[in-house]
Protein backbone atom coordinates (compact mmCIF):
# COMPACT_ATOMS: atom_id res chain seq x y z
CA UNK A 1 0.00 0.00 0.00
CA UNK A 2 1.30 3.24 -1.09
CA UNK A 3 1.39 6.26 1.69
CA UNK A 4 -0.77 7.91 0.71
CA UNK A 5 -3.43 5.09 0.35
CA UNK A 6 -2.26 4.74 3.66
CA UNK A 7 -3.08 7.78 5.03
CA UNK A 8 -6.09 7.92 3.27
CA UNK A 9 -7.61 5.06 5.32
CA UNK A 10 -5.77 6.19 8.77
CA UNK A 11 -7.84 9.66 7.78
CA UNK A 12 -11.26 7.61 7.24
CA UNK A 13 -10.86 5.54 10.64
CA UNK A 14 -10.34 9.12 12.24
CA UNK A 15 -13.11 10.09 10.90
CA UNK A 16 -15.37 7.23 11.45
CA UNK A 17 -13.89 7.11 15.34
CA UNK A 18 -14.82 10.95 15.91
CA UNK A 19 -18.13 10.00 15.00
CA UNK A 20 -18.42 7.42 17.17
CA UNK A 21 -16.99 9.76 19.74
CA UNK A 22 -19.88 12.07 18.82
CA UNK A 23 -22.32 9.75 18.92
CA UNK A 24 -21.27 8.25 22.61
CA UNK A 25 -21.41 12.22 23.85
CA UNK A 26 -24.36 12.78 22.39
CA UNK A 27 -26.14 9.48 24.76
CA UNK A 28 -24.04 11.48 27.59
CA UNK A 29 -25.48 14.70 27.36
CA UNK A 30 -28.79 12.89 26.58
CA UNK A 31 -28.72 10.62 29.67
CA UNK A 32 -27.44 14.03 32.08
CA UNK A 33 -30.85 15.60 30.85
CA UNK A 34 -32.96 12.74 31.53
CA UNK A 35 -31.29 12.80 34.77
CA UNK A 36 -31.26 16.34 35.06
CA UNK A 37 -35.27 16.16 34.43
CA UNK A 38 -36.28 13.11 37.00
CA UNK A 39 -34.20 15.46 39.80
CA UNK A 40 -36.09 18.19 38.87
CA UNK A 41 -39.14 16.33 38.94
CA UNK A 42 -37.65 14.77 42.70
CA UNK A 43 -37.73 18.34 43.51
CA UNK A 44 -40.47 19.86 42.77
CA UNK A 45 -42.68 16.42 44.18
CA UNK A 46 -45.95 17.42 45.95
CA UNK A 47 -45.99 19.09 49.33
CA UNK A 48 -46.61 17.10 52.33
CA UNK A 49 -50.00 17.83 53.61
CA UNK A 50 -50.73 17.86 57.70
CA UNK A 51 -54.57 17.19 57.76
CA UNK A 52 -56.16 18.17 61.35
CA UNK A 53 -59.79 17.33 63.02
CA UNK A 54 -61.14 18.26 66.41
CA UNK A 55 -62.04 15.15 68.69
CA UNK A 56 -65.43 14.19 68.17
CA UNK A 57 -67.00 11.26 66.01
CA UNK A 58 -67.87 13.89 62.48
CA UNK A 59 -64.93 15.57 62.77
CA UNK A 60 -62.70 12.25 62.62
CA UNK A 61 -64.66 10.97 59.59
CA UNK A 62 -64.38 14.45 58.04
CA UNK A 63 -60.88 14.55 58.71
CA UNK A 64 -60.43 10.93 57.22
CA UNK A 65 -61.74 12.32 54.12
CA UNK A 66 -59.52 15.21 53.40
CA UNK A 67 -56.41 12.96 53.85
CA UNK A 68 -57.96 10.13 51.50
CA UNK A 69 -58.59 12.84 48.85
CA UNK A 70 -55.23 14.31 49.11
CA UNK A 71 -53.72 10.82 49.02
CA UNK A 72 -55.82 9.51 45.99
CA UNK A 73 -54.27 13.16 44.35
CA UNK A 74 -50.48 11.65 45.21
CA UNK A 75 -50.03 14.15 48.21
CA UNK A 76 -48.02 12.47 50.88
CA UNK A 77 -50.59 13.14 54.32
CA UNK A 78 -49.16 13.47 58.14
CA UNK A 79 -52.70 13.22 60.01
CA UNK A 80 -53.32 14.98 63.39
CA UNK A 81 -56.79 13.37 63.87
CA UNK A 82 -58.50 14.45 66.93
CA UNK A 83 -56.16 16.96 67.50
CA UNK A 84 -58.35 18.89 70.15
CA UNK A 85 -61.72 21.09 70.56
CA UNK A 86 -62.15 24.23 68.17
CA UNK A 87 -59.67 26.52 69.91
CA UNK A 88 -56.65 23.95 69.63
CA UNK A 89 -57.33 23.07 66.13
CA UNK A 90 -57.61 26.37 64.80
CA UNK A 91 -54.71 27.82 66.18
CA UNK A 92 -52.85 24.78 64.93
CA UNK A 93 -53.70 26.07 61.36
CA UNK A 94 -52.95 29.57 62.05
CA UNK A 95 -49.46 28.44 63.54
CA UNK A 96 -48.89 26.38 60.66
CA UNK A 97 -48.49 22.67 62.19
CA UNK A 98 -51.64 21.66 60.31
CA UNK A 99 -52.49 22.84 56.75
CA UNK A 100 -56.54 22.28 56.18
CA UNK A 101 -59.10 20.52 58.66
CA UNK A 102 -62.66 20.76 57.95
CA UNK A 103 -64.74 23.77 60.45
CA UNK A 104 -68.44 24.93 60.96
CA UNK A 105 -69.47 28.54 59.17
CA UNK A 106 -71.18 29.66 62.73
CA UNK A 107 -68.00 28.10 64.91
CA UNK A 108 -65.98 30.08 62.79
CA UNK A 109 -68.05 33.23 63.60
CA UNK A 110 -68.84 33.10 67.07
CA UNK A 111 -65.92 31.06 68.67
CA UNK A 112 -63.51 32.48 66.85
CA UNK A 113 -64.14 35.14 65.21
CA UNK A 114 -66.28 36.68 68.32
CA UNK A 115 -68.42 38.05 65.97
CA UNK A 116 -72.50 38.33 66.43
CA UNK A 117 -74.94 35.68 65.75
CA UNK A 118 -75.98 35.55 61.76
CA UNK A 119 -79.01 33.43 61.11
CA UNK A 120 -78.38 33.78 56.78
CA UNK A 121 -76.47 30.81 55.95
CA UNK A 122 -75.06 32.58 52.63
CA UNK A 123 -74.48 35.13 54.73
CA UNK A 124 -72.39 33.91 57.33
CA UNK A 125 -70.14 32.05 54.87
CA UNK A 126 -69.33 34.78 52.80
CA UNK A 127 -68.43 36.77 56.22
CA UNK A 128 -66.02 34.01 57.55
CA UNK A 129 -64.63 33.62 54.43
CA UNK A 130 -63.75 37.28 54.08
CA UNK A 131 -62.59 37.99 58.11
CA UNK A 132 -60.38 34.30 58.12
CA UNK A 133 -58.21 35.48 54.61
CA UNK A 134 -58.27 38.98 55.99
CA UNK A 135 -56.93 38.28 59.61
CA UNK A 136 -54.74 35.14 58.91
CA UNK A 137 -55.04 34.21 55.21
CA UNK A 138 -57.00 31.13 55.46
CA UNK A 139 -59.11 30.17 53.02
CA UNK A 140 -62.70 28.83 53.23
CA UNK A 141 -63.48 26.13 50.21
CA UNK A 142 -67.41 25.27 49.51
CA UNK A 143 -69.28 23.54 52.08
CA UNK A 144 -70.17 20.09 51.29
CA UNK A 145 -73.53 20.15 52.86
CA UNK A 146 -74.73 19.38 55.80
CA UNK A 147 -75.60 21.46 58.73
CA UNK A 148 -74.29 20.17 62.51
CA UNK A 149 -76.13 22.78 64.05
CA UNK A 150 -76.66 22.24 67.74
CA UNK A 151 -79.89 21.63 68.92
CA UNK A 152 -81.55 21.27 72.85
CA UNK A 153 -82.68 16.82 72.19
CA UNK A 154 -84.80 15.19 75.04
CA UNK A 155 -86.54 11.97 74.82
CA UNK A 156 -89.05 11.40 72.20
CA UNK A 157 -91.14 9.91 75.34
CA UNK A 158 -90.72 12.92 77.47
CA UNK A 159 -91.51 15.18 74.74
CA UNK A 160 -95.01 13.69 74.07
CA UNK A 161 -95.37 13.32 77.94
CA UNK A 162 -94.67 17.07 78.57
CA UNK A 163 -96.48 18.47 75.11
CA UNK A 164 -93.15 20.41 73.79
CA UNK A 165 -91.67 20.86 70.50
CA UNK A 166 -89.73 23.68 70.94
CA UNK A 167 -87.01 24.98 73.04
CA UNK A 168 -89.58 27.84 74.49
CA UNK A 169 -91.81 25.38 75.48
CA UNK A 170 -89.68 23.92 77.49
CA UNK A 171 -88.46 26.69 79.49
CA UNK A 172 -91.40 26.05 81.81
CA UNK A 173 -90.13 22.65 83.02
CA UNK A 174 -86.19 23.00 82.54
CA UNK A 175 -86.00 23.80 86.36
CA UNK A 176 -86.76 20.01 87.11
CA UNK A 177 -84.33 19.23 84.32
CA UNK A 178 -80.45 17.85 84.18
CA UNK A 179 -79.15 19.12 81.33
CA UNK A 180 -75.88 17.45 79.79
CA UNK A 181 -73.46 19.06 76.97
CA UNK A 182 -69.46 19.07 75.92
CA UNK A 183 -67.31 21.02 77.75
CA UNK A 184 -66.82 23.49 74.89
CA UNK A 185 -70.48 23.87 74.56
CA UNK A 186 -70.68 24.82 78.38
CA UNK A 187 -68.36 27.82 77.72
CA UNK A 188 -68.85 28.98 73.91
CA UNK A 189 -71.01 31.96 73.45
CA UNK A 190 -72.65 30.20 71.01
CA UNK A 191 -73.25 27.59 73.40
CA UNK A 192 -75.19 27.02 76.84
CA UNK A 193 -74.77 30.87 78.18
CA UNK A 194 -75.83 32.55 74.85
CA UNK A 195 -78.82 29.90 74.97
CA UNK A 196 -80.32 30.77 78.59
CA UNK A 197 -79.99 34.73 78.04
CA UNK A 198 -81.65 33.87 74.58
CA UNK A 199 -84.29 31.97 76.02
CA UNK A 200 -84.39 32.64 79.79
CA UNK A 201 -83.92 28.86 80.07
CA UNK A 202 -82.62 27.92 83.45
CA UNK A 203 -81.76 24.47 84.12
CA UNK A 204 -81.82 22.23 87.10
CA UNK A 205 -78.54 21.32 87.08
CA UNK A 206 -75.64 21.36 84.19
CA UNK A 207 -73.49 18.55 83.64
CA UNK A 208 -69.70 18.96 81.29
CA UNK A 209 -69.71 15.06 79.41
CA UNK A 210 -67.90 13.82 76.73
CA UNK A 211 -70.04 13.44 74.06
CA UNK A 212 -70.12 9.48 73.81
CA UNK A 213 -71.10 9.23 77.45
CA UNK A 214 -73.78 12.04 76.91
CA UNK A 215 -75.46 10.20 74.70
CA UNK A 216 -75.23 6.99 76.85
CA UNK A 217 -76.82 9.47 79.96
CA UNK A 218 -79.97 10.29 78.60
CA UNK A 219 -80.58 6.94 76.94
CA UNK A 220 -80.57 6.00 80.24
CA UNK A 221 -82.47 8.40 82.16
CA UNK A 222 -79.04 9.65 84.04
CA UNK A 223 -79.84 13.38 82.31
CA UNK A 224 -83.29 14.93 80.69
CA UNK A 225 -81.95 16.78 77.82
CA UNK A 226 -79.17 17.37 76.01
CA UNK A 227 -76.72 19.68 73.95
CA UNK A 228 -76.72 18.19 70.63
CA UNK A 229 -75.26 17.69 67.03
CA UNK A 230 -77.94 17.70 64.37
CA UNK A 231 -76.33 15.24 62.63
CA UNK A 232 -75.65 12.70 65.16
CA UNK A 233 -77.28 9.31 64.06
CA UNK A 234 -77.33 8.23 67.75
CA UNK A 235 -80.33 10.75 67.95
CA UNK A 236 -83.08 8.92 66.14
CA UNK A 237 -81.30 5.63 67.15
CA UNK A 238 -81.46 6.47 70.22
CA UNK A 239 -85.56 7.11 70.16
CA UNK A 240 -84.19 11.28 70.57
CA UNK A 241 -86.01 14.53 69.59
CA UNK A 242 -84.47 17.58 68.72
CA UNK A 243 -86.59 20.67 69.67
CA UNK A 244 -87.37 23.37 67.35
CA UNK A 245 -85.13 26.40 68.10
CA UNK A 246 -87.64 28.61 67.41
CA UNK A 247 -85.79 31.60 68.25
CA UNK A 248 -83.42 31.05 66.13
CA UNK A 249 -80.23 31.06 68.61
CA UNK A 250 -78.23 28.89 66.79
CA UNK A 251 -76.57 30.51 63.62
CA UNK A 252 -76.14 27.76 60.67
CA UNK A 253 -73.23 25.63 60.87
CA UNK A 254 -72.65 24.31 57.84
CA UNK A 255 -69.34 21.87 57.51
CA UNK A 256 -65.87 23.05 54.55
CA UNK A 257 -62.69 22.71 54.42
CA UNK A 258 -60.28 25.42 55.62
CA UNK A 259 -57.17 25.83 54.04
CA UNK A 260 -53.70 27.83 54.44
CA UNK A 261 -52.87 30.41 52.17
CA UNK A 262 -49.06 29.31 52.02
CA UNK A 263 -50.27 25.58 50.60
CA UNK A 264 -52.99 27.20 48.11
CA UNK A 265 -49.72 29.13 46.52
CA UNK A 266 -47.53 25.81 46.27
CA UNK A 267 -50.35 23.82 45.45
CA UNK A 268 -53.49 25.16 43.71
CA UNK A 269 -55.10 22.17 42.70
CA UNK A 270 -55.77 21.32 46.61
CA UNK A 271 -58.84 23.21 46.57
CA UNK A 272 -60.13 21.53 43.06
CA UNK A 273 -59.45 18.20 44.66
CA UNK A 274 -61.61 18.87 48.05
CA UNK A 275 -64.20 20.79 46.22
CA UNK A 276 -65.42 17.51 44.73
CA UNK A 277 -67.47 17.04 47.83
CA UNK A 278 -69.33 20.36 47.61
CA UNK A 279 -72.73 20.10 48.51
CA UNK A 280 -72.56 16.05 48.46
CA UNK A 281 -73.17 15.29 52.17
CA UNK A 282 -76.61 16.14 53.12
CA UNK A 283 -77.86 15.85 57.00
CA UNK A 284 -79.40 12.53 57.14
CA UNK A 285 -76.26 10.95 55.11
CA UNK A 286 -73.42 12.89 57.26
CA UNK A 287 -76.01 11.00 60.74
CA UNK A 288 -75.88 7.95 59.11
CA UNK A 289 -72.01 8.12 58.76
CA UNK A 290 -71.76 9.21 62.41
CA UNK A 291 -73.66 6.21 63.37
CA UNK A 292 -71.47 3.84 61.53
CA UNK A 293 -68.89 4.62 63.95
CA UNK A 294 -70.88 5.64 67.23
CA UNK A 295 -73.10 2.60 67.07
CA UNK A 296 -71.33 -0.04 64.65
CA UNK A 297 -68.18 0.74 66.28
CA UNK A 298 -66.66 1.13 62.45
CA UNK A 299 -63.33 3.22 62.43
CA UNK A 300 -63.44 6.55 61.05
CA UNK A 301 -61.12 5.72 58.06
CA UNK A 302 -62.92 3.14 56.87
CA UNK A 303 -66.36 4.63 57.14
CA UNK A 304 -64.86 7.73 54.87
CA UNK A 305 -62.80 5.51 52.45
CA UNK A 306 -66.05 3.49 51.98
CA UNK A 307 -68.08 6.61 51.17
CA UNK A 308 -65.75 8.07 49.07
CA UNK A 309 -65.28 4.94 46.98
CA UNK A 310 -68.96 4.51 46.36
CA UNK A 311 -69.64 8.25 45.41
CA UNK A 312 -66.09 7.05 43.15
CA UNK A 313 -63.98 9.75 44.04
CA UNK A 314 -61.24 7.98 44.99
CA UNK A 315 -59.80 4.58 43.99
Same mark, same amino acid.
Given at each position: ?10 ? @? ?22 ? +???GGKQAAQ ?26 ? +? ?9 ? @? ?28 ? %? ?42 ? #? ?20 ? +? ?18 ? @?? %? ?28 ? #?GRIPALG ?5 ? #? ?13 ? @???? %? ?9 ? %? ?13 ? =? ?20 ? =???
Open positions: MSCAALSKEIS @GEGKAMRKTWIRALVLVLVLLLAA +AGCKPKIVVGSKQFTEQQILGEMVAALLED +AGYPVERKIGL @GGTGVVHQALVSGDVNVYVEYTGTGLTAIL %KLPVMTDPDQVYEKVKEEYKAKWDLHWLKPWGFNNTYCVTIRKE #DADKLGVKTISDLVPHAGQMVF +ACTHEFATRPDGLPGLEKAY @GI %KFKEVKSMDPGLMYQAIAEKQVDAIGAFAT #DLFNLVD #DKHYFPPYYAAPVVR @GDLL %KKAPEVADILN %KLAGAIDDATMAQLN =LQVDQQKKAPVDVARSFLKERG =LIK
